[in-house]
């Protein structure tokens, strides 16, 4: 045997989207990408993949195309209140519309999902309002949602650090017999994080019922790709010991086919798998970011060519599944829950500021049943002295 | 599952390692979803074989050989104790927490108060502590003042075999995070442990020795110590109050307090450097407390800020008895 | 390499995020030893900006765009180091320190004291600190208490745009590690810096206001509030001497304790959590220095013990004026 | 494309080693490895690898031998000391002899090696003092040698953090312009270790000049490699996007042409190469352990069949290249510098204590030196008393 120094360097020549300057900017037209899984094209066909075969109802197929729709019109809405100064700051899901809904549609009862900061769409599709959502990028708590009873962790935003709890949670699943799995979700740039490496070894090592799922979207806020991995990043998982596998997270079939088959493995109890979904973040990091700063507006216009509503748009309106009517009427359901979500976020109630002090122990200390008291006199003190 | 435990009278002479090895082993047979997890814990039964024949009798899924990752152990924890289990995590030393503290402190800390107290994070993480043994670099550390500064985290010191036994239980049973230290020099310190006992609560300090000049406050490997000091003392006519506080977060002062009101005067003695060691934030609360009573300050005695020497240097570091003993002198003369 | 700076007046009204960045540039053209590291420092210039510009004139080899991965940023500034650079890294907010938290108390606090001095460890950690800009969690902590708790590491906080320009190359020219303190919420604060100057000695305190009745401490963003209390207590007919503490590892007390003797009162005030915060130790040290001048116990102004609450409810956590001046009166009523 | 995991699980049972319970036990003669480097068989036969050609002189050889032969009888006598209470405690390198020389005499002047604590075998190659690895485990202090003037970093305890200092310290390299590489040392468990694997990231993103030389002695204290990886370590590094070989530890031989081969390419610009030398522990992890609570002892008797001295012994022998009286001579060379380091040992005097103040800054702080002053006015004071 040998080095394998001369295999992987073949390897990346043929992968060959690492070869420009801006990750994927090169290659437009995604079929040219030789391991990445399809099952819609950016022009909305149908192809089939004989690994990944998906039964898909057309109610099912309109469903995706509402969900989509719905959760972008939240995402703008969304930034437009923190414009307008209703939120602190948003992070927008822009063009990961179909990864997010691909992946959490994936999941059953039962099932887990810990999701980063900016997994709107998963969380829609868990079931947690909106406005739970809304409640912590306006500064109201660190939303409001029951994680485990959703079946979908709180938001994570120290990045990495919700791989191993995912991990963590899956061991336990594995303990209790059953027939559940985890699915974690990370950016491109978490996988450098030490943490998410050790993510990937605890759950080899205990073969644990957990999916990684990486929404690649191209950026670390500024940072594009290639500063964390010169090989696309689902070849990361061999090298622990599982399989990883590439999908255009712009497809949601393509999305939703690979991620139930991983779901599936792992609840089997055949071990982790890491997928890749290949997007784009269309939009800033967040609200508080200039994106114009470090890439060309050209490489978004080429993203829009693969836009994963336009494409599900183009493939239903193509096979007939839906008509006009049925798009308008998906409209006005957005615009029906962008009031909901404008109004409950500025109607938002302030939470009473002893709230800082009551969770912080499931058994609260005499020391901060004292220090609460100290402030209440306190406030209390000084509202008597406003008087 | 064991039942070991149960043949045995209930009161029997116990090391500290032996009192945390019932201990846990009463935990598990409590509750199926204590789970054991760390570095050689297993096969093994730990560095210090405080989890000695754990996982032969409730096996390999419940006393877990981890991989070597700090963070990835701790943070594991946390999906377990998501999923309604009762971790119960192993830091083979010291000086190898830092590698899960990002975990620690931004996760196992703060989730209860993320989700508004829906997750519990029922976790307890073990560490053996402190110096004294001639160990290499690392394997002598005391940073209980890095969690006993983090809101969120509940942090316990023992001292003897009778609350090693019972502290790691209820440590184990508390529905919040508890690092728990235990006085690696001390292992071998043996007491008759009376195992059918009523326990003292976990967070509260105790005054093991009843005195009139000086309130010494000490915990863990230092609590020997302060009593070592006392006895001499005594010898030479000087009466020291010495407690052992347990509990480092949440501090239990009233106990302290009052003790100072009477004798005027506080020494606090441990084994992490003086500044921002646990000592500073005792001195900076007793003297609120106690202003008008103290006729000294409160002194303070600790390893220097210095990093924790070589080994043929710590006995100079270490506080003993003797410098306990000085401090006890210059509170006396202020 | 650029001479953007020679061409202006020595003299300019200068942002403390601006001063940051000359304090930076000028730094570089100094010495080609330094570089910079961290996320998002180089084509963005930071997600304060703080770096604007410095890559584009002095390459991506002097300011690195790093992988996402705080432990790998400063495990790597060390290598740096040893291999004579002196690596300045940013930390993009104060709660994202914790994963590179082995590497700072393992390694970079303890190299050089591990060689004996052989080797040197000249690296700056920048990091952007403390509340009150409406973040969503862990972008508004103070964790400074953690490192200077820890021996072998120096530790500042500026406070203005003076100290930010000349602190920021002293740091730099230190031949032991800092850890440098960004007062986040102020980096918009301004004020006229005479870049011809001759700067005061970094880990040195200073009386920014003199007053009789109390001394408050502060440091980084408190600073300012100190200052706005001080104003209107003297409305009150009430004299604050005010002091910018600066360094807060070592500490500089001599001024405080020679204050502290003369008003007999002391307050401090910063961000973290109150228990083993900064004020712990200079409470304590304060107590012991001027025990008999001491007219009250020094009393504590800071977070309280919970995690950073939602921006919601960070006006309720975080100190203000009136809180400094709740403390000040019960100092006056003791 | 579609998800690796069949070609995973093939690899893995092709490569075969962790079929039984027992790393390697399965499998006594190294060959029957097929992804293995070797140059010199268990039984001292030398093959060729065309991809690893060796040129090595007699001289070099008959040298290879004396320094393995010397190391591992300091290595005894320091497990002596030890037990007779001269030192705290010691790391025996114990079986590991060919790995540590093959690979440290691979080392050229200008290069930098980042050690754990158990490589007294790349330090002897350095030219270190063994008096200053004694005094760090008499614990006098943590090693008397200038790591930067010896090219050989301190020994680091804290497990893996080494390897980013060894990434940065490449960093540096590649920005003086200099042709150098360096040399970064772990164990199989460092592998699990987030920070190693930032390493790796950050290694392979800059392309930096450094080799990971991973010592799989199969065992992290009692932990067999299976619960760090379930796949041969040296792929690993694919899936951060560099080479990764696996050469058989035991031949120090091998072990030369590897590393020689990974440095150069690293100096020549072409980026990190990760080695996992697959070899024993022969004795305990250190003497505070007891390894025979984890393993049995028929492992380690089938690994004495590949003992690297006795394998290089025979070839000499076999070849003409040494004679009795040469070995002879390695005897007594070792025997001397065993009784030079007993000596060196024992008579070794304390540090005064002052000492622990001393280096804790490049500048001291007026705190530190008002500690210091305290701290000595005490000690005569007590000094005083006792008179
Ligand atoms: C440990 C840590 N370091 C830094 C940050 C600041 N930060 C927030 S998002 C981000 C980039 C994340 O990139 P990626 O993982 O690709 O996810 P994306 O934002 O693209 O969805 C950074 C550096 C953080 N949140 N946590
Ligand atoms: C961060 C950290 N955690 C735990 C330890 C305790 N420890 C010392 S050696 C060791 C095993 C190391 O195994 P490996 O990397 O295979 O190296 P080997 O000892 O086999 O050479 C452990 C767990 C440590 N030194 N550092
Ligand atoms: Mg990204
Ligand atoms: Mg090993």
């Known amino acids: 045997m040998t080095a394998v120094r001369n295999e992987t360097e073949i390897d990346i020549g043929e992968a060959g989207e690492f070869a420009g300057p801006v990750p994927g900017a090169g290659a437009p037209h995604l079929p040219q990408q030789p391991d990445l899984v399809q099952l819609l094209t950016p022009e909305g066909e149908r192809v089939e993949n004989a690994e990944y075969p998906l039964e898909v109802s057309d109610e099912e197929l309109r469903g995706f195309y509402r969900d989509m729709a719905l959760v972008r019109r939240w995402d703008a809405e969304a930034t437009a209140l923190q414009r307008q100064g209703e939120l602190g700051i948003w992070a927008s899901l822009l063009g990961q519309e179909a990864a997010q809904l691909g992946a959490g549609r994936a999941l059953e009862d039962g099932d887990m999902a810990f999701p980063t900061y900016r997994e709107h769409g998963v969380a829609w599709a868990r079931g947690v309002d909106p406005l739970h959502v809304m409640s912590l990028f306006r500064g109201v708590d660190n939303g409001g949602w029951n994680p485990v009873q959703r079946g979908f962790g709180l938001y994570t935003i120290v990045i990495g650090a919700q791989c191993l709890h995912a991990t963590g949670y899956a061991m336990g699943v594995q303990r209790d017999g059953a027939e559940s799995a985890v699915l974690a979700f990370l950016g491109d740039g978490a996988t450098s994080q030490g943490e998410v490496n050790e993510a990937m070894v605890f759950a080899a090592s205990f073969a644990a019922p957990v999916v990684f799922f990486c929404q690649n979207n191209q950026y670390a806020i500024s940072v594009p790709l290639e500063r964390q991995s010169k090989v696309p990043l689902y070849r990361r998982a061999a090298g622990f010991g599982f399989p990883g596998v590439r999908v255009d997270g712009n497809d949601v079939l393509a999305v939703l086919a690979v991620t139930r088959a991983a779901l599936r493995a792992a609840r089997e109890g055949q071990g982790p798998t890491f997928i890749e979904a290949f997007t784009y973040r269309m939009g800033a990091h967040t609200t508080s970011d200039d994106p114009t700063r470090y890439r060309l507006a050209g490489e978004v216009e080429e993203w829009k060519l693969r836009d994963p509503i336009a494409r599900l748009k183009a493939y239903l309106s193509r096979s007939g599944l839906a008509d006009a009517a049925f798009f308008e009427g998906v409209d006005a359901a957005a615009d029906e829950l962008a009031v909901r979500i404008r109004r409950g976020t500025v109607e938002m109630p302030d939470p009473p500021p002893t709230a800082m002090f009551d969770a912080v122990h499931a058994e609260q200390t005499p020391h901060l049943a004292a220090q609460r008291a100290q402030f209440e006199a306190y406030q209390a003190g000084f509202e008597g002295g406003a008087e | ?334």
């Open chain 2, 1 to 334: 599952m064991s039942t070991e435990l149960l043949d045995l009278p209930a009161t029997r002479t116990l090391t500290i390692g032996k009192a945390l090895n019932d201990g846990l082993r009463r935990a598990m047979e409590d509750d199926p979803k204590v789970v054991l997890m760390g570095e050689d814990i297993g096969r093994l039964g730990g560095v210090f074989r405080i989890t000695d024949g754990l996982q032969k009798d409730f096996g390999e899924d419940r006393v877990v050989d981890t991989p070597l990752a700090e963070a990835g152990i701790v943070g594991t924890a946390v999906g377990l104790a998501m999923r309604g289990y009762r971790p119960v995590v192993e830091i083979q030393f010291d000086g190898f927490v830092f590698p899960a503290y990002n975990q620690i402190v931004t996760q196992v800390a703060k989730l209860h108060a993320r989700s508004r107290g829906a997750v519990p994070m029922p976790i307890v993480i073990r560490i053996p502590f402190g110096g004294g043994i001639g160990a290499v670099e690392h394997h002598s550390e005391s940073p209980e003042a890095y969690f006993a500064h983090t809101p969120g985290l509940k942090v316990v010191a023992v001292s003897n075999p009778v609350d090693a036994y019972w502290g790691i239980q209820q440590a184990i049973a508390c529905p919040d995070p508890v690092i728990f230290l235990e006085p690696k020099r001390r292992y071998w310190d043996k007491a008759p442990v009376d195992t059918s006992a009523t326990p003292e609560p976990l967070f509260g300090a105790r005054i093991v020795r009843g005195g009139d000049d000086v309130t010494v406050l000490a915990y863990g490997p230092m609590v020997k110590t302060a009593l070592q000091a006392a006895e001499v003392a005594a010898g030479e006519g000087r009466s020291l109050e010495v407690v052992d506080l347990r509990t480092l977060s949440p501090l239990d002062l009233d106990p302290v307090v009052d003790s100072v009101r009477r004798t005027g005067r506080c020494v606090v003695v441990h084994e992490a450097p003086v500044t921002l060691g646990l000592g500073a934030e005792i001195a900076a609360r007793v003297t609120e407390a106690c202003f008008h009573s103290l006729e000294a300050p409160v002194l303070r005695v600790g390893g220097y800020d210095v990093p924790y020497p070589p080994s043929k240097l710590e006995e100079a570091y270490l506080p003993d008895l003797d410098r306990v003993l000085d401090a006890v002198d210059r509170a006396m003369e202020f």
